[in-house]
């Protein structure tokens, strides 16, 4: 199993631009989050999906769309990059029951909006 | 969630124990403790959970005091990989998913000296 994919690893935005970040994972677990990581803030859920073709917002949607069409992609989509969302982002994957506690998180990738 | 506190940072001899204390005053009947660890520029890793008694695994145990107000992450082996930031989390497990997230605090960067 490569258990949780992220791509790209880096990326250099402008502000405006759009960009969709990927993540795969391959242990066909239902649930799937993307979380971003920003120095002193700690971890913060974007948006959740519980299943293929449902989502939902976490804390801080804002600026981000996603869409869950098949239970092994869950794709983070930025609509017009600006630099607060210059953060490390993580990608997550869990499945019941022992998704109640243990999340799987992918390597992250790491976004610079100039 | 209930709040943590966690001393900022920790050394260990190579092969030595590592104790981690997490204190959690306030932690609720419901409530677990979580553990999970980062390695610098690695996605978030799962290392153990309990409730009230005492959990053990291969990676490490985890003591609970019987008022529950405080734990104890115990990594009987330290090596050299084992040094990251380690995060205390305490909060009812999500059966729902990832609706609630994880929400990591400031944590403990471990290190292990040669």
């Known amino acids: 199993n490569a258990g949780v994919t992220q791509t790209p690893k880096f990326q250099v935005l402008k502000t405006g631009q759009s960009m969709t970040l990927q993540c795969a994972q391959d242990m066909n677990h239902e649930y799937m989050s993307w979380y971003r990581q920003d120095p002193g803030m700690g971890l913060r859920l974007i948006h959740y999906?519980?299943?293929?073709?449902?989502?939902d917002q976490g804390e801080v949607p804002n600026g981000y769309n996603v869409s869950r069409s098949t239970t092994e992609d869950f794709p983070l989509r930025l609509l017009s990059a600006a630099p607060s969302q210059t953060s490390v982002y993580f990608c997550a994957s869990s499945s019941p029951p022992r998704g109640a506690y243990e999340q799987y998180f992918g390597p992250g990738t790491r976004l610079t909006v100039t | 969630d209930a709040k943590t506190t966690q001393p900022p940072s920790m050394d260990c001899a190579e092969g030595r124990a590592a104790n981690l204390p997490c204190n959690h005053s306030?932690?609720?009947?419901?409530?677990?403790v979580y553990w999970y660890r980062q390695i610098h520029s690695q996605g978030p890793q799962y290392i153990i959970h309990g409730l009230k008694n005492n959990e053990t695994n291969e990676m490490a145990s985890l003591i609970i005091t019987e008022d529950r107000k405080s734990s104890t992450l115990i990594l009987p082996h330290a090596t050299l990989r084992d040094t990251a930031v380690y995060y205390c989390i305490v909060r009812v497990p999500s059966y729902g998913g990832g609706a609630d997230g994880l929400t990591f605090g400031k944590g403990t960067h471990l290190i292990i000296q040669p």
């Open positions: 306030t932690i609720s009947g419901n409530e677990y």
């Open positions: 999906s519980v299943g293929a073709g449902i989502t």
